[in-house]
C-alpha cells in the first residue's frame, strides 16, 4: 500500500507538506504543490478520510438518507446535495432506508462512526431514534418536508400547494376533481397535501374524492382505476407526486381517455419524468435541487440551523386544460 512517505520521498519533499497539499492547506508553492500532486497521481495514493477524521474529530463526508419515496424527487435532492459537498470538497454516502426506522440505523452508525460532517434526511423528520443513534454532535436536516416537531428542515408549504393544485383546475372549470394522495401514513408530506386540495374543494362547494397511492409510477394505474370507479365522469386528476401523475396520463390514454380533452392530469413536484410523457405534465414545482444544495450550506455552516420555506409555482404544460364542454 502506498504511504505517505512514499509520495514524499518521490516529490522530494517531507511528510508534512504532503499532508499539507491533500489536504489543501496553504504555505506551500505552486512548483511543490504541482510535484505533491503528480506524485499522488502516479502512486495512485489515497488519502485515509477516516483516520484523519479520527484526529480532527470530523470527515468530510455528508451523510444522505431516503426512504421508500419518489426515485425521482430523491434523485433531484440529491443531484443538489451532490453539487454543493462537491463545491466544498465532500464525498456524499447515500442510503435507501425503507419505510422502518430501524433500516437507518446500520447507515447512521456507520455515518457516526466516521464522524461524518452532517446527515440529509429527504422526505423523513428526523425521529428520536435516529438522534440516539447518530448521537448529539452530527447535525442533521430534513429536506422535502417540514417537520412540524420544530427540528431543521428545508420544504414548500405543502398545504398551500395543495390548495394551488386544486384551485388551478378549478380555475379551469373542473369540478369533479379526484386526487391520488400518497401513503395515508404520510402525515408531513401526503396529510398537508391533502388538506390543501380539501379546502380548495369546500370553498368551491365541490365534493372531494380521494384515493391513496403511495407515490411511485406503479401505484398511478390502480389510483385512477379507483378514482373512476368512484366517480366515472370525473374530468381531472390531481396526483401529489409527478410519477404517479405520469402514470396516470398513460393509464387514461390505455382506457381511450384523451388527456387533457376528456380528462386534466397535474402532477406535483416538477421532476424531470414531467417532460418524459405526452402531453407534458403540468405540475407543481418545489425547487429540489436547490433544497439539496441549501441543505448542505447549512450542514457546514456550523451555526443554528433553523427551518426554511421555499416557494412553490404551478407549471402548466399540456396535460391540462378547459374542463371537457
Not at 455552516?301 to 391540462?320: A, C, F, M, N, W
Amino acid at each position: 500500500m502506498v504511504t505517505i512517505r512514499d509520495v514524499a520521498r518521490q516529490a522530494g519533499v517531507s511528510p508534512a507538506t504532503v499532508s499539507r497539499v491533500v489536504n489543501g492547506l496553504v504555505g506551500c508553492s505552486e512548483g511543490t504543490r504541482l510535484r505533491v500532486e503528480h506524485a499522488v497521481a502516479d502512486l495512485g495514493y489515497e488519502t485515509n478520510s477516516l483516520a484523519r477524521g479520527l484526529k480532527t474529530r470530523q470527515t468530510s463526508m455528508i451523510g444522505v438518507l431516503a426512504p421508500w419515496v419518489s426515485d425521482a424527487l430523491a434523485s433531484d435532492v440529491m443531484s443538489g446535495v451532490e453539487n454543493a459537498a462537491r463545491e466544498q470538497g465532500y464525498a456524499v454516502m447515500y442510503g435507501r432506508t425503507g419505510l422502518e426506522s430501524a433500516y437507518a440505523a446500520p447507515y447512521l452508525r456507520t455515518l457516526r462512526t466516521y464522524r461524518a460532517s452532517g446527515v440529509v434526511l429527504i422526505s423523513s423528520v428526523i425521529k428520536p431514534e435516529f438522534r440516539q443513534v447518530l448521537g448529539t454532535s452530527i447535525p442533521m436536516i430534513s429536506v422535502a418536508i417540514t417537520d412540524r416537531s420544530g427540528a431543521p428542515s428545508i420544504s414548500v408549504d405543502d398545504e398551500q400547494a395543495g390548495y394551488d393544485a386544486a384551485r388551478h383546475l378549478l380555475r379551469l372549470g373542473h369540478r369533479r376533481i379526484g386526487l391520488l394522495a400518497g401513503r395515508p401514513e404520510s402525515v408531513f408530506v401526503n396529510g398537508p397535501r391533502v388538506a390543501g386540495y380539501r379546502r380548495a374543494m369546500q370553498e368551491a362547494g365541490c365534493a372531494p374524492n380521494v384515493v391513496h397511492g403511495d407515490f411511485t409510477y406503479a401505484s398511478g394505474g390502480p389510483g385512477l382505476r379507483a378514482l373512476l370507479g368512484r366517480d366515472p365522469g370525473l374530468t381531472a386528476v390531481f396526483a401529489v407526486s409527478d410519477e404517479m401523475g405520469v402514470a396516470v396520463v398513460n393509464e387514461l390514454q390505455r382506457l381511450g381517455r384523451r388527456v387533457p380533452d376528456d380528462v386534466s392530469v397535474l402532477g406535483f413536484d416538477d421532476t424531470p419524468s414531467s417532460q418524459h410523457v405526452y402531453p407534458p405534465l403540468s405540475t407543481v414545482a418545489q425547487p429540489l435541487r436547490e433544497m439539496g444544495e441549501l441543505a448542505v450550506r447549512k450542514l457546514l455552516r456550523g451555526r443554528e440551523l433553523g427551518s426554511k420555506i421555499l416557494p412553490h409555482r404551478v407549471v402548466e404544460r399540456g396535460s391540462t386544460g378547459p374542463v371537457p364542454p
